[in-house]
């Protein structure tokens, strides 16, 4: 759990010329090292994930095509599993269900908690009270186990309805965030200018306060969507992932289930566990460049 | 102050009831006849029996009643400690199920999370004013943090138990061994819960050194201190009072974390076999066991409910300012 940053921009220092913020940013961002290395490496990742599937000749990743529990070769890249499944072909498909797990719940997640978040933030009062201790109770009550109910229950199984899941669960955190960041704002000459001009609330939400906080925004989506990712694997690993196709999480599961690593075959165990590390890991460290590029007060010398 | 317990009780008071609640909801309003799920699963071929089984479940889960007095009953039969009773393990009661299994996830978790959130704390602390050692926390903090609780586990396993043959890679115990009050149980127990401790403990590790540094360097570098140091105050003084006020949100994001650990927790049983809640939940999933689900569900709330509640009390301890009342307000 990072601290929160404040993301109000600082004002540029008297005497130096004063750059459009976008461009400012800019010019910090292709120049901080952090950022450049979290954006290609996730970059990396998700073009294996989408164009690495296209350049198999097999759709479908679980099927029998090779020897049995061989280690990697030139032919199957990365090994393959006691049933003779192709492990890099799970690999590439795997990432783009991973990807995609990712995309949904953090969006949902994201949209959830804007609407909290800015609603308690601003009006305050009652509605602030209300939203407060739905935000708690959710905070409180733990998702994955949630999660678990739900899913054993439920028939459909598929990666876009973990997504929808995941994010319907993991939005508290950045609620009470975004709900703290809305408060500091709302009492601002220019939040105030747009009530007495008779704006409604939700016009002021998203054309006053929103716009101010767009940075914070953002690296909340980021931090939201790789842990859309952890909570998914631990899913799949679980047995409640998708029912049809393949994720980085089953991967590990069908290791797991069928003794890999008693057996010494670590390139069915490995890949998938560092595919998820890699594009979270990613995702943090990027998250911590674009911290520095938006928050001066952080930049290096 | 009393207004601030006052709060929190009922928050945990109406999560309770809401967790209660979904926990009656799921089976009644979910897509999906659990009932008719256990009566197929039983491949019973008369349909009399069926039709018996059909009417024993209905019974078992109170499915002849009228809704209002299904909730009502459900919430009487909690408060005795009913959980109602097991069909994985038949006929035990599920709460004795449940308790069976209670210590070990407790012995694992409890030394996870606090080992965790102190070590972690002092290395960040350590690593906010050593240029070396900043630069290797960090990196490593952002890899651990990353990475998902059973791959951790399934490395350290591999490693330390495969390859290395240091320490057992699954079960609570030696199956030679009966459970029970004796040196050679205890000395036995340690050894398989070395290693699923120590999946839990490096992955929440990360986390809280780089919050730790994180909150330290922002408060280095706050007016108090510099102020303190422009009137000549010793470092190790401002460094004791940045400690002080870093601390702070990382008792809060103790309380926030509790609900992710118990997920750890899930997963890394499973994956040592450790027979803890985390093992039983599988079980019930794989047997479709819907009474031990939801027994186990309860529990875990409960248990999130009680350390939350307990985090607040340290609250109230390290915190002068919600002693004095300016209760709610943290972020």
């Known amino acids: ?301 | 102050m009393r207004r601030y317990f006052a709060r929190k009780l009922l928050i945990y008071a109406l999560t309770f009831v809401v967790a209660v609640t979904v926990n009656w909801m799921i089976p009644r309003f979910m897509p999906g006849d659990p009932v008719s799920a256990m009566v197929a699963r039983a491949r019973v071929s008369q349909p009399e029996a069926a039709e018996a089984m059909r009417t024993y479940y209905n019974n078992l889960f109170g499915f002849d009643e009228p809704l209002w007095q299904q909730y009502l009953h459900f919430w009487g039969a909690l408060l005795q400690g009913d959980f109602g009773i097991s069909i994985f393990v038949f006929p035990t009661p599920v709460g004795d199920v449940l308790l069976d299994a209670l210590p070990y996830t407790l012995g694992l978790m409890i030394p996870a999370v606090l080992l965790s959130w102190f070590v972690g704390n002092w290395i960040g602390a350590l690593s906010a004013r050593r240029k070396v050692l900043d630069n290797t926390v960090l990196p490593a903090g952002y890899l651990l943090t990353a990475m998902p609780y059973m791959w951790i586990a399934v490395i350290l396993a591999w490693a330390l138990g495969a390859k290395a043959g240091w320490f057992p890679i699954s079960g609570g115990y030696s199956l030679d061994i009966q459970p029970g009050p004796s040196a050679d149980f205890a000395l036995d127990a340690l050894h398989h819960w070395v290693l699923p401790f120590l999946s839990l403990f490096l992955v929440a590790l990360g986390g809280w050194a780089i919050g730790m540094r994180n909150m330290i360097i922002y408060e280095l570098e706050s007016d108090y201190a510099s102020y303190l140091s422009a009137l000549g105050a010793p470092q190790r003084l401002i460094r004791r009072y940045a400690f002080r006020n870093a601390v702070l949100p990382q008792v809060t994001g103790l309380a926030l974390q509790l609900g992710v650990l118990v997920a750890g927790a899930l997963v890394t049983e499973i994956v040592f076999a450790y027979p803890g809640l985390g093992s039983l939940i599988l079980a019930a999933i794989q047997n479709q066991d819907f009474f031990l689900l939801q027994g186990a569900f309860l529990f875990i709330v409960i248990g999130v409910l009680i350390a939350n509640f307990l985090i607040d009390i340290v609250y109230v301890v390290v915190d002068p300012r919600t002693r004095t009342g300016m209760a709610g307000g943290t972020s």
């Open chain 1, 1 to 301: 759990m990072s601290t929160l940053p404040d993301p109000a921009p600082e004002a540029p220092t008297a005497g130096a010329p004063v750059a459009k913020p976008g461009r400012e940013s800019l010019h910090y961002a292709v120049r901080n090292p952090k950022l450049i290395i979290g954006v290609s490496l996730v970059a990396v990742l998700l073009a294996v994930g989408v164009i690495g599937p296209m350049l198999l000749d097999n759709g479908n990743p679980n099927e029998y095509v090779g020897p049995q529990a061989s280690a990697p070769d030139g032919t199957y890249w990365m090994g393959t599993t006691t049933f003779g499944q192709d492990v890099y072909a799970q690999f590439v498909h795997g990432l783009r269900a991973t990807f995609l797990v990712g995309v949904v719940g953090g969006a949902i997640a994201a949209v959830i908690a804007m609407l909290v978040g800015f609603l308690a933030g601003y009006r305050g009062g009652v509605t602030d009270e209300i939203l407060n201790m739905l935000t708690n109770v959710v905070l409180v009550i733990p998702a994955l186990a949630v999660l678990l109910i739900i899913n054993a229950y439920m028939g459909v199984r598929s990666v876009a309805v973990q997504g929808l899941f995941i994010g319907l669960t993991s939005w508290p955190w950045a609620a009470r965030a975004i709900r703290a960041q809305t408060f500091s704002l709302r009492t601002r000459e220019f939040v105030d200018l747009a009530r007495l001009s008779g704006s409604g609330t939700w016009r002021i939400v998203f054309r006053e306060i929103a716009p101010n906080m767009s940075s914070y925004l953002f690296m909340m989506f980021i931090l939201l969507f790789g842990g859309s990712i952890l909570i998914a694997s631990s899913l799949d690993f679980i047995g409640l992932g998708p029912t049809e196709g393949v994720s980085l999480g089953l991967m590990l599961q069908s290791a797991q289930q069928w003794s890999a690593l008693q057996l010494g075959m670590w390139w069915w165990f490995v890949p998938p566990g560092a595919g998820i590390t890699a594009i979270v890991g990613a995702l943090y460290v990027a998250n911590v460049g674009l911290d520095e590029v938006f928050n001066p007060k952080l930049r290096e010398s």
